[in-house]
């Protein structure tokens, strides 16, 4: 699914859930799942890690042509910024990648200075 998303897309959150503090991530890539249950940790397919993911409201339909729930799921890739940090994300993000500390249900996220740039060039302009 894409991963860019739209507040239509995540209308029926109910919940973020962390695998690991976000606080401690510069920028998170988040992408949309199909996935067979509206709560608990969604099966994970890619290469990295999830560090979080979406629960939804128990009023969430599911897509009608394939009967699965649409949820956030939020990863690392193993060349992100955290793992490699003078890596291919020294300065810049992916483009699906955005601040954790702007998630919340319901909530796309958002670019910010720290995300795309890093936590050390968010502290010199602090």
């Known amino acids: 699914m894409s991963s860019l998303l739209q507040a239509s897309d995540i209308t029926h959150e109910d919940k973020v859930v962390w695998l690991e503090d976000p606080a401690e991530l510069d920028y998170v890539r ?52 955290d793992a490699e940090p003078d890596g291919l994300y020294r300065a810049g993000a992916p483009g699906e990648a955005v601040d954790p500390r702007t998630i919340e249900p319901r909530r796309v996220g958002m670019k910010t200075e720290r995300s795309q740039q890093g936590s050390a060039a968010a502290r010199t302009t602090a």
């Open 30 to 81: 988040q992408a949309l799942d199909k996935t067979p249950r509206r709560r608990g940790k969604p099966r994970y397919c890619r290469d990295g890690r999830m560090v979080g993911f979406a629960e939804l409201c128990d009023t969430a339909e599911a897509d009608p042509d394939s009967g699965l729930q649409k949820r956030r799921v939020f990863y690392l890739l193993p060349h992100d910024r």
